[in-house]
């Protein structure tokens, strides 16, 4: 049966009828559950209206594996997070996008490969190991799930090693009222960028941005933060990043709290998805996001020229 941490995933439900007659007693409703509760539960079809289905006439209900996710969605997702977290150099390769910031994140240090490039794939990543190794950095290509599988085995077979597999969440928003206590800016602070640039002090600020389309939410504990996290805002999609809670202040719930912060805001600011990622093999972080409604869409991951 299902229960409120299945709200976001694909289900199907069987109801027994009102006006149950012979060879008609039950139908089924597959979709998104979109809201659970004790006497009514939200499912949304893949087509048509979302469905009002009364809990007292389940019969049975269970999750089921999301269907494929169109290639459509996954380009136009990996653009969108893109602009979420933009490198301080890029160039455009024929379609592929080359993107530098002094090595800060592999995301903004890689190439957002997400078509056929012009000229044939030799030429193209001739031209992307040149100009990596011109900036002192390691030619690295992002590889988003089935969309790139054939640059992926012609990648594999000139020796590219794969690296650090990552899982693409995603989460319809809703506008909520936040009354927590996270504070929310529009400009990360000292401490916040000393808990995440990484070493980087002078780039991950122009990584992270700034303004009405950037939040930062904190949560204090005695002057010093305790938990943060960053959303930003591209299209209709809104992307968390840099959540984490100071290890003093863990199995609190400050983490879930700065996240339902930014939910809150980025619903607010009209994006319509909340979109987050995160390594394939941390099952413990996987596990809490989708008890917080994140659904995987696709996995994407790097090769790196050895």
């Given at each position: 049966m ?20 012979p060879?008609r007693?039950f139908?089924?409703v ?11 539960w ?5 087509a ?11 019969v ?5 594996p ?15 997070l893109a602009?979420?977290?933009?490198a301080t150099?890029?160039?455009d390769?024929?379609?592929w ?5 002094g090595g800060?994140?592999n995301r903004?240090n890689s190439?957002?490969?997400?078509t056929?490039?012009?000229g ?16 002192g ?5 992002s590889l ?8 992926e ?5 000139r020796?590219w090693?794969p690296?650090?597999d ?6 319809a ?10 504070v929310?800016?529009h ?11 990484r ?12 303004g009405?389309?950037r ?6 504990r005695g ?7 960053r ?13 984490g ?12 709290e700065?996240m ?12 319509a ?18 008890r917080?409604?994140y ?11 050895p």
């Amino acid at each position: 049966m299902l229960g409120p941490e299945h709200v976001g995933r694909r289900v199907a439900v069987r109801i027994r009828l009102r006006d149950a007659r012979p060879g008609r007693r039950f139908t089924d409703v597959t979709g998104e559950l979109i809201e659970f509760g004790p006497d009514h539960w939200l499912v949304r079809p893949a087509a048509g209206a979302a469905v009002t289905i009364d809990a007292a006439a389940v019969v049975a209900a269970r999750p089921i594996p999301p269907k494929p996710t169109p290639f459509s969605e996954i380009i136009g997702l990996e653009r969108l997070l893109a602009e979420t977290w933009p490198a301080t150099e890029t160039a455009d390769l024929g379609g592929w996008l080359l993107r530098a910031a002094g090595g800060f994140t592999n995301r903004a240090n890689s190439v957002l490969a997400l078509t056929a490039p012009e000229g044939g794939t030799d030429a193209a990543v001739a031209a992307v190991v040149e100009w990596y190794q011109a900036r002192g950095l390691v030619p690295k290509i992002s590889l988003a799930g089935p969309v790139t599988r054939r640059l992926e085995d012609e990648l594999a077979e000139r020796g590219w090693t794969p690296e650090m597999d990552t899982v693409v969440m995603v989460k319809a928003l809703k506008e909520t009222r936040y009354e927590g206590e996270a504070v929310i800016t529009h400009a990360p602070s000292e401490a916040f960028l000393a808990q995440t640039d990484r070493g980087a002090p002078g780039t991950a600020p122009r990584v992270f941005g700034s303004g009405p389309d950037r939040a930062y939410a904190e949560i204090r504990r005695g002057g010093a933060l305790a938990a943060r996290g960053r959303g930003a805002v591209a299209g209709d999609v809104m992307a968390l990043t840099s959540v984490g809670t100071d290890p003093a202040h863990r199995r609190q719930g400050l983490g879930t709290e700065v996240m339902a912060a930014l939910e809150a805001w980025g619903a607010g600011t009209g994006a319509a998805r909340a979109a987050l990622q995160v390594e394939a093999d941390n099952a413990p972080a996987i596990a809490m996001y989708e008890r917080l409604g994140y659904a995987e869409r696709y996995r994407y991951r790097y090769r790196v020229k050895p």
